[in-house]
């Protein structure tokens, strides 16, 4: 079966201080893979996609930084977080058939202290 | 550019009716897809239900349809026999395709449900 995992669930981090927030799949190969943020009480921001091994595409310009070294990983970081970087982290992925929607991670609450 | 509204931001039912969510996006796409996502307090992003727009007929999932016209460009979702457990923030999505950034999902604002016992 196709499962998604994230990791870690929760994490208070100070300003200034590097974050990385990773993301797997399972069961499934060359997978779409996108990073959102949800701020408090928002939608979905997009931040970043890949459509494969090091290929990373930005929406939006910010602190943040996206990977992908393997397959199936994803790897959202930062060098040095700011107040503005805290809220809600979701991994997603896409099939082969768009029509299929996203499967979610269960997100990362991120809070910048 | 796309875009998705939904103009309730809040609603409350009560448990066994049925409510329905708005839901009006914009598109110069002649073929797209149109999905329903459910956000419970927990925040997991669960599909709810999916439609293709090349498809006439409505989507269809146990308790959950949605009535989908596309000259009106309005996707609206039908819960039926509400339960406790629908509660949860609702998210209406658009997808203009397949894969990297065509298959980039833009949300609305989304709607939160509370059904009331």
């Known amino acids: 079966s196709q499962t998604i995992h994230q990791w870690p669930a929760t994490l208070v981090q100070p300003v200034g201080s590097p974050l990385s927030l990773e993301c797997t799949v399972e069961g499934t190969s060359n997978p779409n893979l996108y990073w959102y943020r949800q701020a408090a009480g928002r939608g979905l921001q997009l931040l970043f996609y890949s459509v494969g091994i090091g290929q990373i595409s930005s929406e939006v310009p910010q602190n943040l930084s996206a990977s992908r070294p393997q397959d199936r990983q994803f790897i959202l970081s930062s060098k040095k977080l700011l107040l503005s970087d805290s809220g809600f982290y979701l991994c997603?992925?896409?099939?082969?058939?768009?029509?299929?929607?996203?499967?979610f991670g269960s997100g990362t609450r991120l809070t910048v202290v | 550019a796309q875009t998705v509204t939904q103009s309730q931001p809040e609603m409350s039912v009560q448990e066994a009716e049925t409510v329905t969510l708005s839901c009006t996006y914009d598109t110069s796409e002649s073929n797209y897809y149109l999905f329903w996502y459910k956000q419970p307090p927990s925040r997991q992003m669960i599909l709810v239900i999916r439609q293709e727009a090349y498809k006439q007929q409505n989507a269809t999932e146990n308790r959950f349809s949605v009535n989908f016209q596309k000259a009106a460009k309005s996707f609206s979702l039908k819960i039926s026999d509400s339960q406790l457990g629908d509660t949860a923030m609702y998210f209406c999505?658009?997808?203009?395709?397949?894969?990297?950034?065509?298959?980039?999902?833009?949300f609305g604002k989304g709607t939160k449900l509370s059904v009331k016992p």
């Open positions: 997603a992925w896409l099939g082969l058939k768009t029509g299929y929607g996203y499967t």
């Open positions: 999505a658009f997808s203009a395709g397949y894969g990297g950034s065509q298959g980039n999902l833009i």
